[in-house]
């Protein structure tokens, strides 16, 4: 049976089932399973370097969670033979989702006027104007997964999109 390991937080109950019989996944492995694993499932903020690689020798390949491999020694992998696969689309709801919730949160005023909740002074709210989404124009820089999709959801709040 072979290892692999989560780095950085990686729920199992999301992994193994997706692996199989002949892999055991490790949401928090200890050294001695870094060193067994044979597959490094790995998060955005974790960095892999040439120490990494190190403390892995039985290692066969690193799948990240997403598609940026910056934090990722890539000449290391490619000079050991270890590729470095990506997930493609798998955050892609997430980050569009991500980004209408900021638009939101200026739109709507959202901190100051929570703030006004917290202490009392709701009377106080005209000094924050609030705005809408319905029929203002959002333009969108890049439009390829994420873009389409912050598109599709900002329609659904009767926006006008431009892109470019």
């Known amino acids: 049976m072979q290892i692999i390991v989560g780095l950085g937080p990686v729920e199992s109950d999301v992994v193994q089932p997706v692996l199989g ?4 996944f ?3 492995p200890t050294d ?3 060193a067994k694993a044979a597959g490094a499932i790995v998060r955005a903020a974790f960095v ?3 120490a990494q690689f190190a403390k892995m020798p039985n290692l066969k390949v690193i799948a990240r969670t997403g598609v940026g491999t910056d934090l990722v020694d890539l000449d290391t992998a490619a000079r050991k033979g270890i590729p470095v696969v990506i997930t493609p689309g798998s955050n892609t709801n997430a980050v569009a ?3 209408i919730a900021h638009a939101l949160h200026l739109t ?3 901190g100051p006027l929570t703030d006004l909740v917290k202490s ?3 009377n106080e709210r ?3 104007p609030v705005g809408d989404f319905e029929s203002k124009t959002i333009g969108i820089v890049g439009f390829g997964r994420i873009g389409r999709q912050v598109a599709k959801l900002a329609t659904a709040f009767g926006m006008n999109v431009l892109a470019y």
């Open 97 to 99: 989702e991500g980004a």
């Open 48 to 50: 892999f370097d040439e």
């Open 26 to 28: 490790i949401e928090s």
């Open 32 to 34: 001695t399973e870094i």
């Open 21 to 24: 019989d002949d892999l055991v």
């Open 126 to 128: 005209t000094k924050y």
């Open 120 to 122: 009392g002074r709701w």
């Open 108 to 110: 709507k005023r959202l």
